[in-house]
């Protein structure tokens, strides 16, 4: 069974395991999953309407970025995903926007705070970090607009 992402998941990271793929820190436990991240990410989109690559394609044409693309997940609960290097890599992780509670650099790498009080080491710097956080910030605006001023609910079919 493929673990479907919910308000809860925090973040998933890529194993290199002989068996496991993918630890899932969720706000009370930790989880291990033989999928990997991205299997994990386009089941639960596949759930809501749409695969992880059509997901990206709508993203990369509204933000017009071509790497790192944050995902809406479950936009309607507020799940967005954010990568912290290319998917291909070994040491990204898929975050949670809403649960990180702040950033900073330390020594060669981020660390990030969640709201619960925990917190882990990702391998980028501050700056590459921030510039995804504040990419999934804007994500979340064009996305949320329609909600708030009204008109289509798809902006990126004004494209």
Not at 17 to 26: F, G, H, T
Not at 28 to 47: A, K, Q
């Amino acid at each position: 069974m493929v673990y479907i992402i919910s308000q809860q998941t925090k973040a998933i990271l890529a194993k290199d395991a002989s068996y496991y793929r993918s630890l899932i820190l969720e706000v009370s436990r930790r989880r291990h999953s033989v999928y990997h991240p991205e299997r994990i990410i386009d089941n639960t989109c596949v759930l809501n309407g749409a695969t992880l690559e059509g997901r990206r394609g709508s993203v990369k044409r509204l933000l017009n970025v071509c790497s790192k693309v944050p995902v809406p997940v479950i936009q309607e609960q507020g799940v967005y995903m954010l990568p912290t290097a290319s998917s291909k890599k070994k040491d990204n992780v898929w975050l949670s926007f809403y649960h990180i509670d702040y950033y900073e650099q330390r020594d060669d790498r981020t660390y990030v705070s969640f709201h619960d009080g925990t917190g882990l080491y990702v391998n980028t710097s501050r700056q590459t970090f921030d510039m995804q956080y504040k990419r999934t910030g804007e994500l979340i605006a064009k996305l949320s607009r329609p909600f708030f001023f009204g008109g289509n609910t798809f902006p990126w079919n004004h494209l």
